[in-house]
């Protein structure tokens, strides 16, 4: 281990033995939300704190000599534990409606640091409109939010796209008790989770959505992909925070409606259909296009904008939407009121509802609000809700023969590398070709060469992933200052228990969607 790995987790362990924080993760979560939940563990070294532990702990008994910790994990561990939430499929070329999908195949991987995960994921194909659509969900406060959006989002987006000939169809089949037409066909990894015993909930409300689709004089052929990814978001957030307001069946679904809605979670969801890409995003998940030119040079092209701080167009819009005397409180150490880091979100209703209705959900709620850690809390300056939204912000790119991916990944992996960085790594591992950006002998002095060189040595490794999202992972980890891919690193950061792994990184959720050339070359 180096040196300055040991000596910042030696400041945490205030001298503590390092042994104990190694022991096997207690946490485990219930059978009702998870058929099966490997915890992987993994740590970045981009920084931590101390927990002020004067490490001067009383112990009259004899102190036993202190074993150093082995963080070292074999080649085979490091893959197993990088490779346990793996997914790879390949799409059939022609989608069995008279034309060839956009989508060749996918791949997607999840690397936790909180326990459980707080990221989501979710691929499904529409089977009553041609297209699929393709989503990562970064969870705050609690996985419930991001839980809830992967799983009823892409139904809300692919039922505004349906005629309503198709809606008929469906409410006719609920009115008679009928088998209802499948919707979607999902893409699951064995390891995602589900909300079995909310289902009847989330149905209902689906439901009462497409009767008002229906009975809109306007909806006929269906909404076109940018509206209905837009009234989706907007739609289904509406849904979250109104299911926390009312009663419900049990005290089960109570609780995770009560869970979901104070949680929050942000989306970056692509709908990859006949027009070619539309992408929805609301919060810091980004989508990035990998394009390759004529002359075999790649470039990455954002299709998302982050709504943090950092977007000064962003800022802009919440400052609009409230009095001029709350510029200086609004956005505070580049966190909304101080709190809260992405400035648009699903859930989170602690910045969207009032002070007196959040009140009365949490005092008169028949849930154990203690239990599920939930108590009365405003933020600083909170004058004129709400500050926050899920309205996204929705892009559109025709697909060109030259646009060869499309990177979706969670802030824990853009937290770790750059968009090109993330492209040319994909592309590399794509084509079997290192790529090498041209440098003046002269420009560089003696070290700096050095580092160059080892850099373009460490490139010239082979690819040890064939899945591009594990590929993407196992380098934002294992990734040191010279651009080498470094192996103890990398075993020292995946060996870190979930009580220090969080302080040092996020989770990560990468999805990878690679296009058909020949359908791009057909709709040109």
């Known amino acids: 281990m180096s040196g300055y790995l040991r000596s910042r987790l030696l ?40 927990d002020g532990s004067s490490g001067q702990e009383e112990d009259n008994t004899l102190h036993a000599p202190r074993r150093e910790m082995d963080f070292q994990l074999s080649r085979l561990q490091i893959n197993a534990v990088l490779r346990s939430n793996e997914q790879s499929v390949r799409i059939p070329e022609f989608d069995g409606r008279g034309g060839s999908s956009p989508v060749l195949r996918f791949e997607s991987n999840q690397l936790s640091a909180n326990t459980p995960l707080e990221d989501r994921r979710s691929s499904a194909s529409c089977l009553q409109t041609r297209g699929m659509l393709f989503g990562v969900f970064d969870g ?79 909806h006929g052929d269906g909404m076109r992909p940018a509206d209905a990814l837009s009234y989706a978001f907007q739609r289904l957030d509406t849904d979250l925070s109104l299911e926390a307001q009312v009663p419900l069946a049990n005290d089960l679904m109570r609780s995770t409606a009560i869970q979901a809605a104070f949680a929050g979670c942000t989306a970056c969801v692509a709908y990859v259909g006949p ?29 998302t904008q982050d709504h943090n701080a950092a977007n ?18 609004i956005i505070v150490d580049d966190r909304l009121l101080g709190v809260l880091m992405p400035l648009r979100a699903f859930g989170d209703v602690r910045f969207k509802w009032s002070r007196e209705l959040q009140q009365s959900v949490i005092e008169n709620g028949d849930s154990d609000l203690e239990a599920l ?42 937290d ?6 993330a492209v040319r790594l994909v592309a590399e591992q794509l084509t079997g070709i290192h790529l090498q950006a041209p440098v003046s002998a002269s420009q560089l002095n003696l070290g700096q060469m050095h580092q160059l060189l080892l850099r373009r040595r460490a490139r010239a490794t082979p690819a040890l992933d064939l899945n591009g999202a594990t590929h993407l992972i196992r380098h934002a ?7 080498e891919m470094d192996q103890e690193r990398l075993a020292t950061l995946l060996a870190l228990p979930s009580d220090l792994a969080r302080m040092y990184r996020d989770d990560i959720t990468v999805t990878v969607i690679y296009f058909n050339p020949n359908f791009s070359k057909a709709a040109n």
């Open 416 to 421: 770790e590398m750059t968009n090109d960085e």
């Open 11 to 50: 400041r945490y362990a205030g001298g503590r033995h390092l042994t104990s924080f190694f022991a096997p993760s207690q946490h485990v979560l219930p059978d009702t939300l998870c058929r099966t939940c490997p915890q992987a563990q993994s740590f970045s070294s981009r920084g931590g704190r101390s």
């Open 477 to 483: 980890l294992g990734t040191n200052e010279y651009g």
């Open 140 to 218: 705050h406060g609690g996985h419930a939010c991001a839980q809830a959006v992967s799983e009823r989002l892409p139904y809300y987006i692919a039922v505004s796209m349906m005629s309503e000939s198709v809606l008929e169809d469906l409410e006719a089949a609920m009115e008679t008790l009928r088998p209802v037409p499948p919707i979607l066909q999902w893409f699951k990894h064995h390891n995602d989770y589900n909300y079995r015993e909310s289902a009847a909930l989330y149905v209902d409300h689906l439901r009462v959505y497409w009767q008002e689709l229906l009975a809109s004089e306007e």
């Open 373 to 414: 850690n939930l108590y009365q809390y405003a933020p600083p300056n909170y004058l004129t809700p709400p500050y926050l939204e899920a309205t996204p912000e929705v892009t559109y790119h025709r697909l060109r023969p030259q646009d060869r991916f499309l990177i979706l990944a969670s802030d824990g992996l853009w």
């Open 312 to 329: 000064a167009d962003e800022v802009e819009r919440v400052w609009r939407q409230h009095p001029a005397s709350e510029r200086q409180t």
């Open 275 to 303: 027009e070619g890409v539309h992408v929805a995003n609301a919060g810091d998940c980004r989508a990035v296009l990998g394009v390759q030119e004529h002359d075999g040079s790649w470039s990455a092209l954002p299709l």
